[in-house]
């Protein structure tokens, strides 16, 4: 009888051990996490051998990474016709992505592991943080474009200022992001923090230049 494994190069691979590794790798993650995860323990969940799944995967990484994006949608674009509204379910789509679906200290020392590696750092960022950051930004974008937001606005940074909430909450562990603070961060960014922004222009200007962090223009 034939193996399931079919480890001769060129075979097809078996669809049901990937799904099954997959699978495990969360169990794993979830249960040890990060540090505590071994491709020794994903095999025996999974039924199958660790040379299988790195015939598969060659990287730890790469496996993990395949395994969050199973558990991860594209978050849609909210357009409601509500800059705030948009903003805010945006945001509240970002956190749940990154806080509630990939298991809780995950990402940070993934993200950490993968830094020295170039194509594996792209394909994480592509895979697993830039979907949910584009709906963010196609939301800031289309504010801009209703003129809700002012024209010329840097929209990048924008997304930035918002995604860098949600990426602190999962550098720290913190999975809690309810739906108040997700309008809070929207409403403190929309209302701008300053009482007198030009006031403090013009005293900054007034300061002398050995203690400003940057020449105004």
């Given at each position: 009888m034939a193996s399931?494994?079919?480890?001769?190069?060129?075979?097809?691979?078996?669809?049901?051990?990937?799904?099954?590794v997959l699978?495990?790798?969360?169990?794993?993650?979830?249960?040890?996490?990060?540090?505590?995860?071994?491709?020794?323990?994903?095999?025996?969940?999974?039924?199958?051998?660790?040379?299988?799944?790195?015939?598969?995967?060659?990287?730890?990484?790469?496996?993990?990474?395949?395994?969050l994006v199973t558990v991860l949608v594209t978050p849609p674009v909210p357009d409601t016709g509500c800059t705030r509204c948009?903003?805010?379910?945006?945001?509240?789509?970002?956190?749940?992505?990154?806080?509630?679906?990939?298991p809780p200290g995950v990402l940070a020392p993934l993200m950490a592991d993968c830094s020295a590696d170039p194509?594996?750092?792209?394909?994480?960022?592509?895979t697993l943080i830039q979907p949910a950051r584009d709906a963010v930004a196609a939301t800031v974008a289309r504010a801009i474009d209703r003129g809700h937001l002012r024209p010329g606005l840097d929209a990048d940074l924008v997304v930035d200022m918002l995604a860098s909430v949600v990426f602190q909450g999962n550098m720290f562990g913190d999975s809690?992001?309810?739906?108040?603070?997700?309008?809070?961060?929207?409403?403190?960014?929309?209302?701008?923090?300053?009482v007198d922004f030009d006031e403090l222009l013009a005293i900054s200007r007034a300061t002398p230049k050995s203690h400003r962090h940057c020449d105004d223009t």
């Open positions: 399931r494994e079919r480890p001769a190069t060129g075979r097809p691979r078996d669809p049901a051990i990937d799904r099954a699978e495990a790798t969360l169990e794993v993650l979830r249960e040890s996490g990060y540090s505590g995860f071994s491709l020794e323990a994903v095999a025996t969940r999974a039924g199958t051998t660790k040379p299988s799944i790195l015939r598969r995967w060659p990287k730890r990484q790469q496996l993990i990474i395949c395994a948009d903003l805010i379910v945006s945001l509240e789509s970002l956190a749940d992505a990154l806080l509630r679906r990939v194509g594996l750092r792209q394909h994480l960022t592509s809690r992001f309810p739906v108040e603070l997700a309008a809070h961060v929207v409403d403190v960014l929309l209302q701008g923090v300053a």
